[in-house]
């Protein structure tokens, strides 16, 4: 199973909108309703920003947002803030249950 | 409230053996899948393998399969990651992680780095 293609950096300025990107294959993204998009800060553990290419947990601000079309699932921010500065990494249910991530994009807030 | 609580950083030299632990609690441990990932120095994540501690289904990654043994011991609600015989390119850190659904991960391990190193 190969990684989901993500860009590898994203910038944007404080307030603006930034939008990244996921590509996969009909195997994984475009086969199920099961992309989950992930934070990870330096030195800690990933957290859960999306699930179900849309749907945000409790506790996750609504500036985030996850969208799906055909084999391309995407994450959009808006209102960046200093704090979203991060890596983030997609994430789609394969058939073996196991799951594939994506290849990361550090996003940077200029 | 959920916590998978993982074992403490190993150093070990090529060659060792390892098990390294992820007690979890908070939630019904033969109910949801439970996989580790493993995050190489700088690098993304990587599923490695999942197991389902109800029946101790499990799958691994191609890339994984036959490299390391993933296991759980449902009466002491721990999963486990284990090497026969550790290399140099083991050294990472590795997540255990809880599927609350299909390809979701709403609770992560804190994380234990192996390092391997003559």
């Known amino acids: 199973q190969s990684a989901l293609t993500q860009p590898a950096s994203v910038s944007g300025s404080p307030g603006q909108s930034i939008t990244i990107s996921c590509t996969g294959t009909?195997?994984?993204?475009?086969?199920?309703?099961?992309v989950s998009w992930y934070q990870q800060h330096p030195g800690k553990a990933p957290k859960l920003m999306i699930y179900?290419?849309?749907n945000r947990p409790s506790g996750v601000p609504d500036r985030f947002s996850g969208s799906k079309s055909g084999n391309t699932a995407s994450l959009t921010i808006s209102g960046l803030q200093a704090e979203d500065e991060a890596d983030y990494y997609c994430?789609?249910?394969?058939?073996?249950?196991?799951?594939?991530f994506g290849t990361g994009t550090k996003v940077t807030v200029l | 409230e959920v916590q998978l609580v993982q074992s403490g950083a190993e150093v070990k030299k090529p060659g060792e053996s390892l098990k390294i632990s992820c007690k979890g609690s908070?939630?019904?441990?033969?109910?949801?899948?439970i996989g580790w990932v493993r995050q190489m120095p700088g690098k993304g994540l990587e599923w490695m393998g999942i197991?389902?501690?109800?029946?101790?289904?499990?799958r691994y990654s191609p890339s994984f399969q036959g490299q390391v043994t993933i296991s759980a011991d449902k009466s002491i609600s721990t999963a486990y990651l284990q090497w026969s015989s550790l290399k140099a390119s083991d050294t990472a850190m590795y997540y255990c992680?809880?599927?609350?659904?299909?390809?979701?991960?709403?609770?992560w391990g804190q994380g234990t780095l192996v390092t391997v190193s003559s």
């Open positions: 179900e290419v849309s």
């Open positions: 908070g939630y019904s441990f033969t109910s949801y899948w």
């Open positions: 994430s789609s249910y394969t058939s073996s249950r196991l799951g594939v």
């Open positions: 197991i389902y501690p109800g029946d101790s289904d499990t």
């Open positions: 992680a809880l599927q609350t659904g299909p390809g979701r991960v709403d609770y």
């Open positions: 009909s195997s994984d993204v475009g086969g199920y309703n099961y």
